[in-house]
Nanobody
Framework: QVQLVESGGGLVQTGGSLTLSCTAS?????MGWYRQAPGKQRELVAV???????NYADSVKERFAISRDNAKNTVVLRMNSLKPEDTAVYYC???????????WGQGTQVTVSS
């Protein structure tokens, strides 16, 4: 089992920045973020392995940056140049190597006003 504790999020104006942080209760291979907007499916934002490999959604690739502190089991998502379409609940996710099972945080709301 893994517990994921998220922090960050909130309300920001278009063009602003926010930082999300998530800490896992133990070492885990892959950590990252998904998001879900009202009426839409949950979608990948960015994930990062403990080896440094990353995967970003095309819609955020030039604006968001994911990083990890493996010693602290923490992943950070820095979001810049935010747009109203970035408004969603952002979920921290984690997965062990070679496992198909995803752990999820409770979610944190990000709202970008126009």
């Amino acid at each position: 089992q893994v517990q994921l504790v998220e922090s960050g999020g909130g309300l920001v104006q278009t063009g602003g920045s926010l930082t999300l942080s998530c800490t896992a209760s133990r070492t885990i291979f892959r950590m990252g973020w998904y998001r879900q907007a009202p009426g839409k499916q949950r979608e990948l934002v960015a994930v990062m392995s403990s080896l440094g490999a990353t995967n970003y959604a095309d819609s955020v690739k030039e604006r968001f940056a994911i990083s990890r502190d493996n010693a602290k089991n923490t992943v950070v998502l820095r979001m810049n140049s935010l747009k109203p379409e970035d408004t969603a609940v952002y979920y921290c996710t984690a997965r062990d190597a070679l496992s198909p099972f995803d752990y999820w945080g409770q979610g944190t709301q990000v709202t970008v006003s126009s």
